[in-house]
């Protein structure tokens, strides 16, 4: 489905976005803020395993959105899209760890 539309759409499309690949990487960011709670401990705590779940989330969502929208507008290609879904999604969870109650 077209992230901005919720039209069906070939799969490969840009800005395209599925249950299936929403979930999977739900489930990859929470292994990772698991991984980092783990080896961070009381430092890190469960606000740290919210913000970085959440703030992949948005970042990704953020990627489809850019993808559906702006990307192969003038130098607007897949690696600026990707850039950009990172610095969105640290962000995001910078500023979600930032505001959650410690």
Do not use: C
Not at 59 to 88: H, P, Q, R
Request: aromatic content about 12%; glycine content about 16%.
């Amino acid at each position: 489905f077209l992230i901005t539309t919720f039209k069906r759409v070939p799969v490969g499309t840009d800005g395209a976005v599925s249950v299936e690949g929403t979930v999977a990487g739900v489930v990859a960011s929470a292994i990772i803020a698991a991984l980092g709670f783990w080896m961070m401990g009381a430092g890190f705590g469960w606000q740290g395993f919210v913000a970085v779940v959440l703030g992949a989330f948005i970042g990704t969502t953020a990627e489809s959105y850019i993808g559906a929208t702006i990307e192969g507008v003038k130098n607007i290609d897949n690696e600026v899209v990707n850039f950009a879904n990172t610095v969105i999604g640290g962000g995001a969870s910078a500023l979600l760890f930032w505001l959650l109650p410690h």
